[in-house]
């Protein structure tokens, strides 16, 4: 006897050959019926025999595709219908909705080799795309995924590529962005008044790259800047266009061999490295010569040719002899979001250039390439953008309230949350750069959008002058603060779904603190809904608060002044190269306490011990100095330096003015730097494991949580977890977020909540 039965499936179920599947295991158990996408998620109608539904309901669950995640299926049972077929049901639009887009998916094994194929009809096609790979978040206008909400809509399938589409057993089965040279979108380039088409563009691309010339590339999430990445002249005027005389630039290569030729890569970093997220991975470089690339740094950042147009130029690239890594950079210039629209990318890379290389798929959500790294097989982002976005986070709360929360200032995300699903958006940047905060305000309508949600509830930081807060403050919901270290350390706790009471530490650069200076190591207990701040580095003056952050050498000059006199002089030796008058008024600032704020941030402390290491006293970019000394770590240090834990109530405030004092005692030979960074890792991380020991006397508690942008640091990371293992602490790191300020916006949202307050 037949029974039929309603399926609702939820999770990351559209646009990755769901529907396909779900119509090829009908098939196979004999099942009558039909699938569909609908915005409430993937619903079946399926009617056999008893054991047929099961086997059914078993293939749903075990054979399902590689990139979907079944979040929940909801069975009910219906009445049994004549009918004989199953069916593919056009999708429809209802009310609520629940499903989510997959995130973007890097070009796949299969249309790579279709794509190397000079016989396929798709040979060199700069858009081949299947139910396995191609493009999604970024063409999504909105949902159910199906192919007329995308940008793809204007290109007319075809007969070729409809017969695809149609056909059950065909790898394109309904692949939405579905596409081939005859139907689908195309490559153009413009250079000077010349402007070519399809494959002679690619080609002209190509030679530009090959004669050393900047080509801009109109890719997946925005647009690229390429470059030979052995080129000196064509990297240094990128450099100088994007006023980024030393920061990093990533490398992009089509194939591991030539990946090896520059970086050592382990067993996990190659699985990353091809995975269909394809996110740029730190790698440890060889000696050769890319210092042009990441100067005074031990790594590099790689990534493979994910996309079919990127394949393409370098297929082309081989024919003509030429093997080197491209440089593959952002479109944009320092700080700015990356360039999405040819008016745009037209705009921003004017006179850098010498060719565009543009298509007619629109780009709908721009988005840049993820960054992150390996330590121990676990991978770790630094940057959360393609790939990644729009996955959500399942957080331990139910609420049927919404929270949108605005994140912090720096590598500012925003998270917005639909039941206990946290939706953290892509890397926003900086939103002191008026562009970003538009970046942020457009990205916040589309998410509200995509999961059509109002929210209830709006989170922000504690600092007053955060665009962020203001941005919040503007939007009209009720009002939340969470103070930026407890919302580090919250995104760790619903990441990893901790209800325990839990201890953390927030190790990171700047947030603001309950008492208004500027905190940075944050030792933290939440327990019943209740935080607390239980030790924190002994604070230090900023000598011109922001203008500390680039002109590092500040730092350690305000920590030299605390200690003892007979140490000024050796102090004021090391700031060689910085003009006495200057280093006089920083000083009066610092005896008058004008403009001194004062901070505990660990990142602070880093940027004054590279500072005194003679590494360098200014930075370019963010954690320049401490980058540098990690680089120079070799061996945890069997003689560390040492912190001094002083008792202040029921606090603990770490004093680091011993270990300050004994950098300066270290001796003047070559392997000086190198023997700061490894005593003052060591240290770090043993301070951390003291500080954590003698809080667990008092309060019992195993479970620590660690966040913020000092985590990246792969030595203290590695460090910092081992010791507290050791010592038999169950330790938890931000995984699917970075730790650096990129979580905040989760830890904002779930606080708020949660309703977890901060007692001072
Ligand atoms: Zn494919
Ligand atoms: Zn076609
Ligand atoms: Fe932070």
């Known amino acids: 006897m037949n029974i039929r039965k309603k399926m609702i499936i939820n999770g990351v179920v559209q646009g990755i050959g769901f529907r ?84 973007d998916l890097a070009l796949c094994p299969d249309c790579r080799k279709e794509m190397r194929n000079p016989k396929d009809r798709r040979y060199l096609y700069p858009f081949i795309n299947c139910t396995n790979c191609g493009p999604r978040f970024t063409i999504v206008k909105s949902i159910p995924y199906d192919r007329p909400l995308t940008t793809m809509k204007k290109f007319k399938m075809c007969p070729s590529c409809k017969r695809e589409y149609e056909n059950p057993f065909d790898r394109r089965f309904h692949a939405q962005p579905n596409a081939c040279p005859d139907c689908g979108p195309r490559v153009f380039s413009i250079a000077g008044r010349k402007i070519l088409k399809g494959f002679d563009a690619l080609v002209a691309a190509a030679d530009i790259i090959v004669s050393g ?8 999430g925005g ?39 520059i970086c050592f890569i382990g067993e996990k970093e190659k699985k990353i490295l091809l995975s269909p997220s394809s996110p740029v991975v730190m790698l440890r470089k060889r000696d050769f010569a890319c210092d042009l690339i990441a100067p005074g740094l031990s790594t590099l950042g790689l990534m493979f040719s994910y996309t079919p147009l990127h394949e393409a130029l370098f297929q082309i690239l081989r024919a003509k002899g030429f093997y080197n890594p491209l440089i593959m950079t952002s479109g944009n210039k320092r700080d700015e979001p990356i ?11 004017k006179g850098l250039i010498d060719l565009a290389l543009y298509n007619n798929r629109d780009i709908h959500n721009r988005i840049d390439d993820s960054v992150g790294f390996v330590m121990k097989d676990a991978f770790y982002l630094i940057r959360r953008a393609r790939g990644y976005v729009p996955n959500s986070i399942k957080m331990p ?46 990205t916040v309508s589309k998410f509200k959008k995509l999961l059509s949600v109002k929210p209830d509830i709006i989170a922000s930081d504690m600092h007053p002058n955060y665009h962020s807060t203001l941005a919040a403050k503007k939007t009209k919901a009720r009002q939340v603060k969470v103070q930026h270290h407890l919302a580090h350390i919250l995104s760790v706790a619903a990441e990893h ?30 327990r019943d809904l209740k935080a607390e701040r239980l030790a ?176 990246q640091n792969k030595v203290i990371l590695y460090l910092t977890k081992a010791f507290l293992e050791k010592e038999k602490f169950r330790v938890f790191t931000n995984r699917l977020l970075p730790s650096n300020d990129a979580c905040v916006s989760l830890g904002q949202a779930y606080g708020a909540l949660k309703k977890i307050e901060f007692k001072l």
């Open 497 to 526: 779904q901790i209800k325990k009471p839990f201890m953390g530490l927030a190790l990171d650069g700047t947030g603001y603190g309950l008492d208004s200076n500027i905190w940075g190591s944050e030792f933290l207990s939440v």
């Open 339 to 349: 360039a999405k629209t040819v008016l745009q990318a037209r705009e921003k890379l």
């Open 397 to 442: 709360v139910g609420s049927k309230k919404s929270v949108l929360a605005f994140g912090a200032d720096l590598k500012n995300t925003f998270c917005l949350t639909r039941d206990s699903h946290a939706f953290v958006s892509q890397h926003i940047g900086d939103l002191s750069e008026t562009q970003n905060q538009d970046f942020q305000s457009e």
């Open 213 to 220: 010339g900047i080509c801009s590339l109109q890719s997946l």
């Open 536 to 711: 924190h580095l002994a604070y230090f003056g900023l000598p011109g608060g922001e203008a500390a952050q680039s002109e590092i050498w500040r730092c350690s000059l305000s920590l030299i002044k605390m200690l003892d006199k007979k140490f000024l002089l050796k102090g004021k030796q090391l700031l060689k190269g910085i003009k006495q008058e200057k280093i006089r008024i920083v000083e009066k600032m610092i005896e008058s306490k004008i403009n001194l704020p004062l901070t505990s941030s660990m990142g602070r402390l880093f940027d004054a011990v590279a500072s005194l290491a003679q590494i360098r006293h200014f930075a370019e970019y963010e954690a320049q100095g401490p980058m540098e000394l990690e680089s120079l770590f070799k061996n945890k240090s069997s003689n560390p330096y040492k912190f001094l834990l002083c008792k202040n109530q029921n606090k603990i405030i770490i004093d680091p003015l011993p270990v300050i004092a004994e950098i300066l005692k270290e001796p003047f030979t070559d392997s000086r730097a190198q023997i700061i960074s490894e005593k003052f890792h060591t240290a770090v991380a043993l301070m951390i494991k003291d500080v954590f020991v003698s809080l667990r006397k008092i309060n019992k508690i195993r479970m620590v949580c660690l966040s913020g942008g000092v985590f």
């Open 20 to 103: 396909p599947f779900v119509y090829k295991i009908a098939l196979k158990n004999k099942i009558s019926g039909f699938v569909k996408n609908t915005s409430l998620g993937v619903i079946i109608e399926a009617q056999g025999s008893k054991s047929d539904i099961r086997n059914f309901v078993l293939d749903l669950k075990l054979l399902k595709p590689g990139q979907s995640e079944i979040e929940s299926l909801k069975i009910s049972p219906l009445k049994i219908k004549n009918e004989k077929e199953f069916k593919i049901i056009k999708s429809e639009k209802t009310l609520k909705t629940q499903s989510i887009i997959p995130p």
């Open 223 to 261: 647009f690229h800047i390429a470059c030979d990445a052995l080129n000196e002249k064509a990297v240094s005027k990128i450099r100088k266009y994007k006023v980024r005389p030393s920061k990093p630039f990533a490398l992009m290569v089509s194939n591991l061999k030539e990946a090896k030729k």
